[in-house]
């Protein structure tokens, strides 16, 4: 089941989902003591990953990964590790345990095998907010990209697949479908009449090739969709 929830404003919207996703934490850390959360890159989730950020909850006892990653150094600007450590990696969270999904290497397939081996310890996934792109692609599942079929199948073996999609201009790490939709609680976060239309045109039946996040609308434990028509209004 797919729930909308729409926002006047954007802090409003990332003060709310910060509180929603501290509350699943905690619940996760008093039923297991331990608690796994992934989040998207991007400008977009900056205030949410703020908000979260002062969040009470026992942060040492989680673990924090990426849905995707442009494969590049921290001190490239267009690195989702280094925005994270700005945004989220701050206050009380700075605790937390990030699960890293650069190595330092020439190609993503140098070290995959590393990468993948630190995700599935932070697996299965408890709480996991993703974005979404105009043109329906979301963590670094993109119509088009090389390996997308094998990354959307259920079955796959691989819980993290190297990406490279036209118009992209890096390659890139991504969590699997099966991976993302096997979250207890998902979040999709979008602003904007583009993205908006882009959800509505996802819910339509169509193949998931051609509007990857439609893997997670039909996610079995639902999805939840936060929307702000204009993020900088007051």
Sequence with gaps: MTVLAEYRTGVIMAQALGATVAGQLADALAMK???????????????????????????RRVKILLTDERF??????RSNTALLRKTLLQGPAAKAQLVAMYL????????LDQVEKAIL??????????????????????????????ALKPDSPRVVFPMRAPGAPEPRLTLSASVLRAASHLHLLITGPEKL????QA?????????PVRAILTAPNGVTVHYCENPEAT
């Design 72 to 77: 590049v150094s921290e001190d490239n600007p």
């Design 197 to 200: 239309a882009a959800f509505h």
């Design 121 to 150: 310890t932070a697996l299965p996934l408890d709480v996991c907010v993703l974005g979404m792109g105009a043109d329906m692609h979301t963590a670094s599942l993109f119509p088009g990209a090389d390996q997308l079929e094998d």
């Design 203 to 211: 819910e339509q039946p169509g193949p998931i090739s051609e509007a």
């Design 104 to 111: 330092e290497a020439d190609t993503p397939e140098q070290v």
């Design 33 to 59: 003591g331990t608690a796994s959360l992934a989040v998207p890159g991007g400008s977009t989730p900056g205030p949410f990953l703020t908000a979260l950020s002062g969040a009470d909850i026992n942060w």
